[in-house]
């Protein structure tokens, strides 16, 4: 709502108007994807991956209070936020009073943002999701950037007054490329082979005309089959590395394992069209 439109993450169903810029661009928008990318056309339908509820993803859920905020940082690393939030106009001085009495004696503030929240995320419960720092109205990062978990904390900004709560905080997602000759020197370490996570998203055929070891080979053209089960086939809290022809395909893989949980996501730059020409031309050409 407050500063643009966020869109549907593949499997994830975030809330269509928020305090975040659109978000679209970080998610598998295979639906883009053309014959400039593939070798072929085909029309592909990413299937509806249910996100879990929220609280089976946090510890118990402490009983929330009422404050006006204090510094929560830690050593300075860059974290992202679960937030939850409900906005009551700036002229409805009695509501935001209420609401705080409200949440002062124990009710939830997602149940009063399903009741009384003016912002279109009160029908996921006033969830926003994960938030990193510049996605937000400065007013409102600030607020919530130095909120103490679970304590809802009252700010303004100039959409109205809004009653926000950080439900949990985690190291922020990375996604990097890695350069062709950089994976070349990783793959020469047995002990990396053994232990690294890569995927392959090309096809099939392509897949046989040149292919590194280790990785394993999951067709994009295939998602439906293997991408409701990527976070049990992989461990997003580890290092996983994605390869195609040319490093886009791929790319598109990563941003979506990101919006999936995975902490750290590497694209081979230029795919393996790149390495074959920089690193080792023993593998072939195509």
């Known amino acids: 709502m407050l500063r643009a439109i966020c869109g549907v993450r593949v499997g994830v169903a975030t809330p269509k108007h928020c305090l975040l810029p659109s978000i679209i661009s970080s998610s598998l928008n295979i639906h883009t994807l053309s014959h400039n ?5 085909f029309r592909f339908h990413p299937p509806s991956i249910p996100l879990p509820p929220f609280l089976s993803l946090l510890p118990p859920k402490a009983a929330a209070s009422y404050g006006t905020g204090s510094s929560a940082a830690e050593g300075g690393r860059p974290r992202e936020l679960l937030v939850q939030h409900l906005l009551v106009k700036e002229d409805d001085q009695k509501l935001l009073l209420d609401l705080q009495q409200k949440i002062s004696s124990g009710e ?60 949990s905080e985690r190291e922020e997602s990375i996604l990097q490329d890695i350069q062709p000759l950089e994976l070349h020197g990783k793959i ?7 232990e690294a996570q890569l995927i392959d998203v090309r ?38 590395y994605v390869m195609c022809h040319h490093g886009m395909r791929s790319l598109q893989v990563a941003k979506w394992l990101l919006s999936q949980g995975f902490r750290k996501v590497y694209n081979l730059s230029g795919g393996i069209h790149a390495y074959a020409v920089q690193v080792d031309p023993s593998v072939p050409t195509y």
Not at 115 to 131: A, F
Not at 132 to 155: D, H, I, T, W
Request: aromatic residues 10%.
């Open 188 to 194: 020469q370490d047995p002990s990396f082979l053994e």
């Open 203 to 240: 096809e099939p055929e392509e897949v046989a005309k040149a292919s590194l070891p280790g990785f394993t080979v999951l067709p994009l053209q295939q998602f439906g089959s293997w991408g409701p089960e990527i976070t049990t086939k992989f461990d997003p809290q580890k290092d996983i």
């Open 37 to 41: 990318t593939f070798s072929r056309t």
């Open 108 to 167: 939830d503030l997602s149940d009063l943002a399903v009741e009384h929240s003016v912002c279109p995320s009160k029908e996921e419960g006033g969830m926003l999701g994960w938030v990193k720092k510049g996605q937000m109205v400065p007013e409102f990062e600030e607020a919530a950037f130095s909120a103490p978990l679970n304590k809802v904390v009252r700010c303004k900004t100039k959409f109205g007054w809004h009653l926000l709560q950080v439900l």
